[in-house]
């Protein structure tokens, strides 16, 4: 269960990657909320893959 969940952090957080790439010239604003949730998301994916080698 953890594998998966780990496996579905990685592709939203690299979804999240490609629109912090895209809306980086229209939208400063946006850009910066979009890293901050990129930084949460991996927070949240290190904690699953720290907890699943214990």
Do not use: H, Y
């Not at 999240?16 to 930084?39: C, F, K, N, W, Y």
């Not at 994916?45 to 214990?54: I, K, L, Y």
């Amino acid at each position: 269960m953890v594998d998966a969940l780990v496996q579905t952090f990685s592709a939203v957080i690299e979804g999240v990657r490609e629109r912090i790439e895209s809306t980086g010239p229209a939208d400063a604003v946006t850009q910066d909320l979009l890293i901050s949730l990129a930084g949460d998301l991996e927070k949240q994916s290190w904690m699953f893959q720290a907890e699943d080698r214990s």
